[in-house]
């Protein structure tokens, strides 16, 4: 298998393995010149973090050496022209689903597009998720980046959820908020098989398919309690979460966390079905009165078209539409039934 797969990325001069000692510079420069906007829009620091780490060489030498022994966090394949990397399509392991693999970061140099180099990326990419025995393969696209939509449908992926990144910009800075009435409380630990329940029952099942709900993402012990705290320690910041109880079943769920550096405050709401519509707008309220102790930062959520009520009630309070993203999914059975490989 990888013997036929060395093969089939020969048949193109320009495409080669990423590496990452040799790579991760231009790399970063790529992701910035193709997704400028995107990282200004979101204030990311992910084109400096790669140049920060490119500038580690005999850590990223030590890690690559072992690349050959363990299947690499970053990998995938790049394109490049007369010394140039002008293309990349990047793939990772999942590890909290078994033969789940990602793409991510498919970048064309702007000079270089209308050529293929990004379908012929793609395929040789999915010739190695098939090699490493890849159950799922999944990708997300913007919903406005028509051809990159076309391209993966092509391929066979489909569409299993679309979400909506929104954000609250700073110059509406949430002040003066009173505490609503309704009867949160803070998270305890004996709730994680309540929460368990609500997440099962407020996510649809493609997206449980891929990411399966596991009892222990809701089990806090010390020992994630202690990690958590000097994680936000470090980062200078302070997460809480709250539920809300009816009839002694959780029916709502608040995550937050407030940043003391210039990172974006983090807010995500889960409402059980049977009670959307009628808490949206008081558990915003209630998180956003809880934010409003630390500086004032742009807000930052996700939420699912799945979850329409909560959409409008973000809208409702000011929050802006940063992007919309497709999620998209491959099965490779299907594909390989399909394409015979």
């Given at each position: ?12 001069k320009?495409i ?16 910035e ?14 084109a400096a ?10 850590l990223?030498?030590l890690?690559g050496?072992?690349?050959k ?11 490049i ?16 689903q ?9 970048a ?18 999915l ?19 028509m ?10 992926f ?11 910009p ?12 309704l ?12 929460l ?7 996510t ?12 222990y ?6 020992e ?12 200078r910041?302070?997460?809480s ?9 959780i ?12 990172a ?5 709401m ?18 956003l ?17 799945s ?14 539409t940063?992007?919309r993203?497709?999620?998209m ?6 594909r ?6």
């Open positions: 298998m990888v013997a036929q797969l060395l093969v089939r990325t020969q048949t193109d320009n080669r393995s990423f590496s990452m000692q040799r790579d991760l510079g231009q790399l970063a420069d790529l992701i010149l193709a997704f400028r906007a995107e990282l200004e829009q979101s204030a990311s620091s992910i973090e790669m140049r920060q780490l490119a500038r580690v060489g005999p990223l030498w890690f050496s072992s690349q022994s363990f299947p690499p966090l970053m990998g995938g394949y790049v394109w022209e007369e010394g140039q990397l002008v293309g990349n399509v990047t793939l990772s392991t999942d590890s909290r078994r033969g789940l693999w990602i793409v991510s970061n498919v064309v140099h702007p000079d270089f597009r209308g050529r293929g180099i990004a379908r012929k990326l793609m395929e040789v990419t010739q190695e998720a098939r090699s490493r025995d890849a159950r799922w393969v999944s990708l997300e696209v913007r919903t406005d980046n051809a990159a939509e076309h391209l993966y449908r092509e391929l066979d489909q569409v299993y959820d679309t979400v909506a990144e929104l954000s609250l700073v110059q509406r800075w949430p002040r003066g908020i009173q505490e609503p009435l009867p949160l409380r803070r998270r305890r630990p004996d709730d994680w098989q309540g368990r329940d609500l997440v099962k029952s407020a649809p099942a493609a997206v449980q398919e891929m990411r399966p709900i596991s009892p993402r809701y089990q806090i012990g010390v994630r309690r202690i990690g958590q705290w000097f994680d936000n320690l470090f980062h910041r302070r997460s979460d709250w539920v809300l109880e009816v009839g002694g079943q029916v709502g769920f608040l995550q937050l966390t407030g940043q003391q550096r210039r974006a405050h983090q807010l995500q889960t409402v059980h079905p049977m009670n959307r519509g009628a808490v949206e707008t008081q558990l915003l309220a209630a998180g009165h809880w934010l409003n102790r630390f500086p004032a930062r742009s807000i930052a959520c996700s939420v699912s078209d979850h329409p009520e909560a959409q409008c009630a973000f809208s409702e309070a000011g929050f802006d940063a992007r993203l497709h999620h999914r491959l099965d490779m059975r299907h390989k039934e399909r394409t015979g490989q």
